[in-house]
């Protein structure tokens, strides 16, 4: 499988996909395609010694081999996993100077010392402020502690790499590029948007003589430039026009109609605001039945109070029979 995949704004991939013992192998590499709308031309070129070459538009995009770029095969070498780095390999690039010794009194010399531009104060009184003494600044003569120079070492091995070694599972196929008699072309199409033209679809054993049927199709790529340049620009024009005419359309139907985009700018912000237009149907069926409620609970409390007051007077003529 060989041509480009445009889908949407994100898969912009260019497919070669080879088979090989009836198992599809994609290409390894990202390989990108062509997004304008302009003609173009992909080749595929796969020769004996199982290299390949990717162009597009007569124009070498890509190349490699069918043994690194694909894992039909398993690779050729491999990292000795049970390798070890030497006891004496040295990888430090850089050593400490031996013949470099620490200068006398190095480690005497102070990190700070008084400022030697500090003046004592005119108003200064020592038995009140004490001893003046002046603010300490950084020494620059202080360079750290002390350290060795580095110089390059002489016996640097460089950094050590684990080492490769030929792979037992690798079986070369010296067929490994020939490909089986192709009888037909398919072409896999699926998309949302139509324009697409599919057109000089060559196989053959010669790419010299692809590169010249390239040529001819690209004869007349200038004037077709120019020609979609043209439309593109007359394309534009026609919906900058459209665009504009709708909105010409919508001010003289505002007009119609008396709209004045100020005046209910005005009336927006300076109108009487009702509390109630702030309500929305929650808080309105909320208030609806606690108003159903407090007349349900004062209802309630006027039933009561008549029962108990018809209670009280059967309750005392009761205690007068039994008198």
């Known amino acids: 499988m060989f041509g480009p995949d445009l889908c949407g704004t994100q898969t912009k991939k260019l497919h070669v996909i080879l088979s090989y013992q009836g198992q599809n192998y994609p290409i390894k590499k990202d390989l990108q395609c062509e997004t304008d709308k302009l003609t173009h031309f992909y080749t595929f070129i796969l020769r004996p010694d199982a290299t390949y070459s990717v162009l597009i538009d007569g124009r070498e995009r890509d190349s490699g081999s069918m043994y690194t770029d694909w894992?039909?095969?398993p690779p050729r070498k491999i990292k000795d996993v049970n390798a070890k780095k030497p006891a004496d390999w040295d990888d430090r690039e850089y050593i400490d100077d031996p013949n470099t010794n620490k200068?006398?009194?190095?480690?005497?010399?102070?990190?700070?010392?008084p400022d030697p531009k500090a003046k004592q104060p005119d108003n200064w009184d020592e038995d009140e402020d004490g001893i003046w003494k002046p603010p300490r600044i950084p020494n620059p003569a202080y360079k750290g502690p002390w350290k060795r120079k580095k110089v390059k070492n002489p016996n640097y091995k460089g950094k050590w790499k684990?080492?490769?070694i030929d792979n037992p599972e690798f079986e070369d196929d010296p067929d490994l590029y020939v490909l089986k008699p192709i009888k037909y072309v398919g072409i896999e199409v699926w998309q949302v948007k139509a324009g697409s033209v599919y057109d000089n679809i060559l196989i053959c054993d010669e790419p010299e003589y692809a590169k010249q049927v390239v040529e001819e199709v690209f004869t007349n790529r200038e004037a077709e430039k120019e020609a979609f340049e043209e439309a593109e620009?007359?394309?534009?024009?026609?919906?900058?026009?459209?665009?504009?005419r709708a909105r010409e359309e919508g001010e003289r139907r505002r007009r119609e109609r008396g709209y004045d985009r100020r005046r209910d700018r005005y009336r927006d912000r300076y109108r009487r605001h009702?509390?109630?237009?702030?309500?929305?149907?929650?808080?309105?069926?909320?208030?609806?039945?606690?108003?159903?409620?407090f007349y349900g609970y004062y209802a309630t409390c006027i039933v009561t109070n008549l029962l108990f007051?018809?209670?009280i007077p059967n309750s005392q003529n009761m205690c007068k029979l039994q008198s």
Do not use: C
């Not at 200068?103 to 010392?113: A, K, L, V």
């Not at 620009?233 to 504009?244: F, H, N, P, S, V």
């Not at 009702?274 to 409620?293: G, P």
């Open 103 to 113: 200068p006398e009194g190095y480690d005497s010399i102070p990190r700070e010392i």
């Open 71 to 73: 894992d039909i095969l």
């Open 162 to 164: 684990i080492p490769w």
């Open 274 to 293: 009702d509390r109630r237009d702030y309500m929305d149907d929650y808080h309105v069926s909320m208030n609806k039945h606690l108003v159903i409620f």
């Open 233 to 244: 620009k007359l394309r534009k024009a026609k919906e900058e026009e459209e665009a504009q």
């Open 309 to 311: 007051m018809w209670e």
